[in-house]
């Protein structure tokens, strides 16, 4: 099994940063994907962004321009940096971790706890 343990998340101001670690442990292989999905009260997770064991990204177009993914492979740790905060962006933000082969997703998928960000107007 994998473990995912989010850190970063707060309060913040319409147009501020924060960024989101999710350390990974357990049984972790080296080609992998991670990433962010968000959720809030009554509506459907949604994706923010993932990242290949190889660097690729996907990123929603909500987010595309103000939001980074990025990973440290030696550290099994994915983060996501948040730029320029709206409040629609407000809703807990779950890490995510799935197994993969080149582009193909294999396995079982696996989460975070989630972690709260809520950005003020």
């Known amino acids: 099994q994998v473990q995912l343990v989010e850190s970063g998340g707060g309060l913040v101001q319409a147009g501020g940063s924060l960024r989101l670690s999710c350390a990974a442990s357990g049984s972790i292989f080296s080609d992998n994907t991670m990433g962010w999905y968000r959720q809030v009260p009554g509506k459907q997770r949604e994706l923010v962004a993932t990242?290949?064991?190889?660097?690729?990204?996907n990123y929603a177009d909500s987010v595309k321009g103000r939001f980074a993914i990025s990973r440290d492979n030696a550290k099994n740790t994915v983060y996501l940096q948040m730029n320029s905060l709206k409040p629609e962006d407000t809703a807990v933000y779950y890490c995510?971790?799935?197994?993969?082969?080149?582009?193909?997703?294999?396995?079982?998928?696996?989460w975070g706890q989630g972690t709260q960000v809520t950005v003020s107007s």
């Open positions: 990242i290949s064991g190889g660097g690729r990204t």
């Open positions: 995510y971790y799935q197994r993969s082969y080149g582009s193909i997703l294999l396995g079982n998928n696996y």
